[in-house]
């Protein structure tokens, strides 16, 4: 037992927000990423938070052979895998699909082989609750239809094969985990989400509002067949996916190989952009100005997960509510309003 992971890009979002959890737990990190969508001080912040500095870092981009067997040379042997270094923009994926199959999918691969040829067969993959495209039935469970409507989730999907076949290939343990919308932060506020320009995404839309960087929120659709007509989502709190991940880790773990398994993981109460603003305002004490405008397009009415078969087989659920999402997603805002960098 080495007790070391190796986090493929363990300096984003939800990579950071695992790492600090296994920190914690005692586990020996070595971190892979080429800082495309992500700051290495996030990492400083994690090891501060964990007081622990048994995280190594390695510079470098998951679809180089050269970069990946080099991490895997400083971990000497390895436990298992996290593997979250992707690419997740919907829109970005409509207007750009090659890039999309070249980093998600051919970075998959890669790292997959490495990890073949070194014989370390324990992987949690990031995949995503977009695979079930424009469901009718709700809540979503593992075995419904998986109906990719966009090249985000046609490649999360072509990778959950790839590693499925590979399981059913050999004596591999894998998991492939379908996060439905993961918002908010480390209660702290020291990490959390700090996208690049203008947000895509809703949350951190929200809290540069409260702030005061952008005027008011573009509500993307009021006639949707949802209980207000805004789309609904399935928000899960970060720190509720990293445990999600520790848990996994450490099932699979516990395994004998051959192992694999694909889990939602999500709270099961979808709530409307309608919804997220009331209570964001609830929480936080302030007002989001919004203006209601036409649909996004690849956007889908709802996505709601039953999260029931994580709950079976991890013991994992969510424990933290919309009200705790937003205050720590503002805490994060509002403590760090240029995100990681000095200046924007
Ligand atoms: C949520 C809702 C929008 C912005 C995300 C990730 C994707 C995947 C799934 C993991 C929708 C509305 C948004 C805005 C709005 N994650 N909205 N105004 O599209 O569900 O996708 O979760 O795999 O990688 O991007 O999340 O936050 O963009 O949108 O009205 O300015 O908020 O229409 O209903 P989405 P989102």
Known sequence: MTNRVLITGGAGFIGSHTALV????????VILDNFDNSNPKA???VKDLAGSKALELVEGDVRDPTAVNRAFDNCGS?????????LKAVSESVTNPLRYWDVNVNGSRVLAATMEKRNFRTLVFSSTSTVYGEPENFPLHEEMPTVPVHPYAQTKLAVEQMLNALCRSGNWRIACLRY??????HPSGRIGEDPLGIPNNLFPFITQVAAGSRKKLNVFGSD???HDGTGVRDYLHVMDLAEAHSSTLNHLLKQTSPHQLTLNIGTGCGFSVLDVIRGFEEATGLSIPYQLVSRRPGDVPKLEACPQKAKNILGWSATRDLAQMCRDSWAWQRANPTGYRDVL
């Open 22 to 29: 296994l920190l914690e737990q005692g586990y020996e990190l």
């Open 43 to 45: 990492l400083d912040r």
């Open 78 to 86: 390895v436990e298992g895998v996290i593997h979250f270094a992707g």
């Open 180 to 185: 439905f919308n993961p918002v908010g932060a």
């Open 224 to 226: 949707y067949p949802t």
